[in-house]
């Protein structure tokens, strides 16, 4: 098992543009959580799957935001309409179902919105 | 709400010091508890965690932590720092939602 992977590493985008971010947990993991982090701050909860189904959403989620986990595999955050406020490093993390024993994170994908 | 705060934004210890960082936590019920590493570039690794049982907990790398419900504090803990350590350090509590810290920075001086 390569560990939980993230497409792309870096993204450059104009304002306004949308982009999509992939991960690929752990095969054997059923939880998938996507994270954002800016400079110099803890990551922030975004939202987390069980499954496909997609089990709680921050507030800091707003309707520019949309995750899917189709088949309960690898999972999509999409940001359409970016803003320069939405450059940080996006974060995707993967767990056994309770989740007790901690997560596994991927690098991230640094979204820069120019 | 579950939540955590971590004083120290920053900590300059020398190689072969005791090291401490300082968590404290606010959570409705028996709290699950971790504490990650993040190296410049890096994901996040798991140092530790607690949920239950013994409040001291032995980590990788040598770190452990102590569980002290009445403080409601989960400091880690390091005897003796290699220079490889220097990294931000991320207290965490929950499962599903976890909220994080905003970090300890540790520098390590030769």
């Known amino acids: 098992d390569t560990g939980v992977s993230q497409d792309p590493r870096h993204k450059i985008t104009k304002r306004g543009q949308n982009v999509t971010f992939r991960c690929d947990p752990i095969?054997?993991?059923?939880?998938l959580y996507w994270y954002r982090q800016t400079l110099g701050q803890g990551p922030e909860f975004l939202t987390y799957?069980?499954?496909?189904?997609?089990?709680?959403k921050s507030r800091l989620l707003s309707d520019r935001f949309s995750a899917e986990r189709p088949k309960g595999s690898f999972s999509t955050l999409e940001i359409q309409r970016t803003e320069q406020g939405d450059s940080a490093m996006y974060l995707c993390?993967?767990?056994?179902?309770?989740?007790?024993?901690?997560?596994?994170f991927g690098s991230g994908t640094r979204l820069t919105v120019v | 709400a579950q939540s955590v705060t971590q004083p120290d934004i920053h900590i300059t210890v020398s190689e072969g010091a005791s090291l401490e960082l300082r968590c404290n936590y606010s959570?409705?019920?028996?709290?699950?508890l971790f504490w990650y590493v993040q190296s410049p570039g890096q994901g996040l690794q798991l140092l530790l965690k607690?949920?239950?049982?013994?409040?001291l907990v032995q980590g990788i790398k040598g770190f452990e932590a102590e569980f002290k419900r009445s403080q409601s504090s989960f400091n880690l803990r390091k005897p003796s720092v290699h220079w490889s350590d220097a990294a931000e350090y991320f207290c965490a509590v929950g499962v599903g939602d976890m909220r994080f810290g905003a970090g300890t920075r540790l520098t390590v001086k030769p």
């Open positions: 993390a993967s767990s056994t179902s309770n989740g007790h024993y901690g997560y596994t």
């Open positions: 799957f069980q499954n496909e189904a997609q089990l709680e």
């Open positions: 607690y949920f239950s049982g013994d409040t």
């Open positions: 959570y409705g019920a028996t709290p699950y």
């Open positions: 095969s054997e993991h059923n939880r």
